[in-house]
């Protein structure tokens, strides 16, 4: 569990250094870090979704994993869709 909450909190990080590195203030490249960031994170929370899998973790670790990964996407969606407006 705490290492799949460091993955998460990696990935995070990483968005977070996408967004914020010589960011210029335009919406079209706002945009285009937003889609990015979306890629690289369903990316890498599939990516230790399918690892668990593999091997053979408990499902429940695996729906938690997914849960996040859905709860995290929908909440910084929701912020930067504010931010841009």
Not at 15 to 23: G, P, R, V
Not at 46 to 66: G, K, M, P
Not at 72 to 85: C, W
């Amino acid at each position: 569990m705490l290492i799949v909450q460091l993955a998460s909190l990696l990935l995070i990080l990483l968005s977070a250094t996408i967004l914020f590195i010589k960011n210029s203030g335009d919406a079209a490249a706002q945009t285009f870090r937003l889609l990015i960031i979306s890629v690289v994170q369903l990316l890498g929370y599939l990516s230790i979704s399918l690892a668990l899998i593999y091997s053979d973790q408990d499902a429940v670790l695996v729906l938690y994993v997914l849960g996040l990964s859905l709860s995290i996407l929908i909440l910084q969606t929701s912020y930067f869709v504010r931010r841009l407006k």
